[in-house]
């Protein structure tokens, strides 16, 4: 089910008289929006505080606020799993006739809070989700993440003298030579 069926918000009595606002406070039941590695969980509650205000124009409106609901994820690094609370702030434009991609459209008179919400949600949850800013991975002390040449020799490979094996699809390369 979509947000917007729980946030259709009738707006003619905005319209009708400009510098007019409503407050919109509001708990609303999402469902599971995912991007990457990260999610806000099916069910999630999200906390809406918005203003929608009429402007000048009798057929513009402005919304800014506030919506908070919980995302989850998995560490980039470590793999392990984290979650918190994304707050993002709203600042949109909804019109009857929208020239600009940027400006929502009205229906008639009323405002799809929903897709709106679920829109800021979608593009505040972090892509490549990280636990710490100091996170080494799942076991730096097995696997540290250092450049192969400071590696110790059990991380590292074989040493210099041990040969290789090399991948017979690439034995051409042996004979190339380059003139210094």
């Known amino acids: 089910m979509s947000p917007g069926r729980d946030l259709r918000l009738g707006v003619g009595d905005l319209l009708s008289r400009s510098g007019t606002r409503r407050e919109v406070i509001r708990e609303l039941t999402m ?28 057929s513009t409106l402005a919304v800014t606020g506030t919506v908070v609901a919980p995302w989850q994820g998995t560490c980039r690094r470590c793999i392990e799993p984290i979650e918190g609370d994304l707050e993002v702030e709203l600042h949109e434009i909804v019109a009857r006739d929208p020239l600009d991609e940027e400006v929502w459209a009205l229906d008639g008179e009323e405002i799809d809070l929903g897709s709106m919400v679920r829109e800021a949600l979608l593009l505040a949850l972090p892509l490549a989700p990280l636990c710490s800013d100091d996170c080494r991975g799942p076991a730096p002390e097995q696997f540290p993440a250092v450049p192969a040449e400071d590696a110790p020799a059990s991380v590292a490979g074989p040493p210099d003298d041990e040969p290789r094996l090399a991948d017979p699809r690439w ?10």
Do not use: I
């Open 171 to 180: 034995a051409a390369l042996d004979e190339l030579r380059f003139d210094d």
């Open 31 to 58: 469902p599971e929006l995912e991007v990457s590695g990260s999610s806000v969980p099916a069910g999630a509650t999200a906390r809406l505080d918005l203003v929608v205000e009429s402007t000048a124009d009798p």
